[in-house]
Nanobody
Framework: EVQLVESGGGLVQAGGSLRLSCAAS????????AGWFRQAPGKERERISC????????YYADSVKGRFTISSDDAKNTVYLQMNSLKPEDTAVYYC??????????????WGQGTQVTVSS
């Protein structure tokens, strides 16, 4: 069964850090581009970071550039999102995805169920 499971969300104060994990099963994550998205209440889903499966390039949205870092552990078939200097506006449900693309576009084939991140002021 193909599955992506996110973990690591929670409540943190502004300025704090969290690391989200996205564990894949049923497929090899390294064969796909990896992406992190978020959706806040009343807002559209936002692509915040992804890695290309063709040239290894990494994309970050301007809203998170310099604060968030995407990484992976092939041995664990897991992708991470390290989030530092969190702000209240980072509050959202965070989703990971495996697909194609990675630069100016990303098409997700598999999606996780989401994990809530809440940043208090």
């Amino acid at each position: 069964e193909v599955q992506l499971v996110e973990s690591g969300g929670g409540l943190v104060q502004a300025g704090g850090s969290l690391r989200l994990s996205c564990a894949a099963s049923g497929f090899t994550f390294d064969d796909y581009a990896a992406g992190w998205f978020r959706q806040a209440p009343g807002k559209e889903r936002e692509r915040i970071s992804c890695t290309s499966n063709s040239d290894g390039s990494t994309y970050y949205a301007d809203s998170v550039k310099g604060r968030f870092t995407i990484s992976s552990d092939d041995a664990k078939n897991t992708v991470y999102l390290q989030m530092n200097s969190l702000k209240p506006e980072d509050t959202a449900v965070y989703y990971c995805a495996a697909g194609t693309g990675g630069g100016s576009w990303f098409l997700g084939d598999y999606w996780g169920q989401g994990t809530q991140v809440t940043v208090s002021s």
